[in-house]
């Protein structure tokens, strides 16, 4: 008996008896791979996104190559597997990080105009005067912190030219109280 393995992960088997022709032919198909990541999804927290157990190779979009990965960033993540019998499968899925690590319990209205802007803006808050703000993205990255602003002033001239366009977070904090607004760079 003669047993052949072919890349596509059909298995034939045949015999051949010296003198004689007889011929058993038996094809099978393993089972297919049904491989799902989930349905696209937003979060908050890290979390691990897993491939399921049983294949031979994983590799993730950043080249890990183990059975599950953790992440914190927006993005789109996929993997390829491949089983014992050389057939491959892969899987995508977008998740969306929110900022809602960022925001505190004390939160205050603010204004911010123009909005949407090209990455140049002004801060005001009535009641209260801020000694820090920060600009975060969606996945909680800070990409601009001020120095330390006067506290006697409601309102801050921002400059920030470089900002991709997208949707991000300030958070303006001094001694008394905390405030956070969602701003679209354009």
């Known amino acids: 008996m003669v047993r052949l393995l072919l890349i596509a992960g059909l298995s034939i088997v045949f015999n051949y008896t010296f003198g004689q022709t007889i011929i058993d032919l038996n ?34 979009n950043d080249g890990t190559q ?76 800070l990409v601009y912190e001020s120095e330390k602003s006067k506290p006697n002033l409601n309102r801050i001239n921002i400059t920030c030219p470089d900002l991709p366009s997208g949707v991000y977070f300030i958070k303006m904090k001094s001694n008394d109280f905390h405030a956070v607004q969602k701003i679209i760079v354009q």
């Not at 198909?29 to 897993?50: K, R």
């Not at 105009?113 to 009641?127: D, H, K, L, S």
């Not at 801020?130 to 990255?141: D, E, H, M, R, Y």
């Open 27 to 60: 094809v099978s198909q393993p089972e297919p791979i049904n491989l799902d990541l989930g349905d696209d999804f937003e979060t908050n927290e890290p979390l691990s996104l897993d491939a399921g157990n049983g294949y031979v190779t994983y590799t993730w």
């Open 66 to 141: 183990e059975q599950t990965i953790t992440i914190d960033q927006s993005g789109e993540y996929w993997v390829l597997v491949t089983n014992e019998y050389e057939c491959s499968a892969s899987d995508t899925i977008s998740v969306v990080f929110t900022a809602t690590s960022v925001v505190d319990t004390d939160i205050r209205p603010i204004g911010v105009f123009p909005n949407p802007n090209n990455g140049r803006f002004t801060i005001q808050i009535e009641n209260g005067k801020p000694t820090n703000v920060q600009i975060f993205t969606l996945g909680g990255k």
